[in-house]
């Protein structure tokens, strides 16, 4: 098996030609982010979501990971641009896997980038909450 026999083809287009990568362009109210990982572990995962009247306007990432990784944050972000914000907290990163072809071994680097778009839903929900509490 060549190494590149462990990639599938929707893993290499999206490696190759990731959708939504790079930061949000400007600095905006709207505009929240949710990270994790570690660099020196191998992975890091930033997302930013433009969120107006609570529906992701924009959604952009950044990664440092494997090309599965790299990957899973490129489809997330096609799927959640235009979706309600609370998409970001119930997004199943394990079916992303499962449509990726991700090994089971590489499971744990999946929930690096579902803590990463929990993180952006729970700064966008603080956001939130606390403009209520200030009504």
């Avoid at 949710?34 to 952009?60: M, P, S, W």
């Avoid at 990726?100 to 999946?110: D, F, I, T, W, Y």
Wanted: aromatic share 6%; net charge neutral; glycine share 8%.
């Amino acid at each position: 098996m060549t190494s590149d026999d462990r990639y599938s083809d929707l893993v290499r287009r999206h490696f190759d030609t990731p959708s939504n990568s790079g930061p949000l362009p400007g600095a905006s109210p709207a505009v929240f982010t949710g990270a994790a990982g570690r660099r020196e572990l191998g992975i890091h995962v930033l997302f930013q979501a433009r969120i107006e009247a609570g529906a992701i306007d924009e959604i952009r990432f950044q990664a440092y990971g494997c090309p599965h990784t790299l990957a899973a944050c490129s489809l997330a972000t096609e799927r959640l641009a235009g979706r309600p914000a609370t998409a970001l907290d119930r997004t199943d990163v394990m079916e992303l896997a499962e449509t990726l072809g991700v090994p089971v071994e590489k499971a744990g680097r999946m929930l690096i980038v579902q803590d990463a778009l929990h993180q952006c839903f729970q700064a966008w929900e603080n956001r939130r909450l606390a403009g209520k509490q200030g009504s």
